[in-house]
């Protein structure tokens, strides 16, 4: 063995032996919480990557839909009269619409999921999978409400009558919305298993919570208990 290596991590290892001996509570629960640190993280490594999917795979897919109709409203715009264009406008009005919030909605669930596991404390994991959370639930319900409305299962006009004028007036015209399938399936079946995942996260972050809280309060009671020992002690002493 290398002398000079021996004597250099010689006092590295005294050191940590002097702190283990002065404060073992510290130690033990610092050496507890780096393991569930990195047990959570092994094991949720799932949602990391589940994000990656969202910001690249999904938003690719939709954008690759949104281009497709852009191209194609553009070139009718382009080649119609001037009285058609409040038709062509309410014909691809409302695909565009659904892609722009679907690529919204991808990209900031996929955003706030790749650092759910990785950001300084569990509040803040818990808070940022919420908000992933609530994005994918964003997308998934915007394509239930896409295939509803093209069977034409929700009438509009019903549902907004008398509540707001300028969202039915708007609604009035809009024609079907195309979606490509791989679209729906990714944001439907996708997005069930990312919501899945993200309430697994925050469950099992809360679950580690409530042991850290129950394990600080024992060690306060043992640091209690510990001082009244030694108060004790120093009377009988005196």
């Not at 002065?22 to 990195?38: A, D, H, V």
């Not at 034409?152 to 039915?168: F, K, M, P, Q, Y």
Request: aromatic share 16%; hydrophobic share 45%.
């Amino acid at each position: 063995m290398n002398p000079f290596v021996q004597f250099t991590s010689t006092p590295s290892i005294a050191s940590t032996l002097i702190h283990t001996c002065k404060s073992p509570l510290n130690f033990t629960g610092q050496l507890k919480i780096n393991r569930l640190t990195m047990q959570i993280f092994n094991k949720y490594g799932l949602l990391n990557f589940l994000g990656y999917c969202n910001l690249v795979l999904g938003c690719r897919i939709v954008a690759s839909g949104l281009e497709s109709t852009f191209q194609s409203f553009k070139y009718a715009m382009s080649n119609s009269s001037p009285g058609e264009l409040n038709h062509i406008f309410n014909k691809y009005i409302a695909t565009l619409f659904v892609h722009f919030i679907l690529l919204i909605g991808l990209s900031f669930s996929g955003f706030f999921a790749i650092f759910a596991p990785l950001v300084n404390g569990r509040a803040w994991g818990i808070r940022f999978a919420k908000v992933a959370k609530f994005f994918a639930d964003l997308a998934f319900w915007l394509v239930i409400l896409a295939v509803l409305s093209n069977l034409r299962l929700i009438d509009w006009n019903e549902v907004l009558s008398g509540r707001w004028e300028l969202a039915e007036e708007a609604l009035r015209g809009w024609g079907r919305i195309y979606v490509s399938l791989g679209t729906y399936f990714y944001c439907a079946v996708g997005q069930m298993y990312f919501v899945d995942k993200c309430d697994e996260f925050i469950n099992q972050l809360k679950k580690k919570q409530a042991e850290e809280k129950k394990g600080s309060e024992k060690n306060n009671c043992l640091l209690e208990n510990w001082k009244n020992v030694e108060l004790d002690f120093v009377s009988c002493k005196k």
